[in-house]
């Protein structure tokens, strides 16, 4: 298991919480998150920067690999 430090971008949802759910599925892709931040929003583009630390078993590397 490793641990990685990750950016993603996301859009602002209609809501505070349907903008979390949405975060939390875009960084489940990436790995297993152990924490993030919102650390930037566009609000002309309607987009949230968010940093995170995910942890990736040795299988989730290979298969985002292929």
Not at 40 to 58: I, L, P, S
Request: hydrophobic share 35%.
């Amino acid at each position: 298991m490793t641990t990685h430090f990750i950016t993603a971008e996301i859009d602002l949802q209609e809501s505070p919480l349907e903008t979390q759910r949405a975060i939390e599925a875009e960084l489940q892709k990436r790995g297993e998150p152990l924490r993030w931040a919102v650390t930037g929003v566009d609000e002309q583009r309607q987009k949230a920067q968010v940093e995170a630390v995910v942890t990736v078993t040795e299988n989730q590397e290979t298969l985002n690999q292929s």
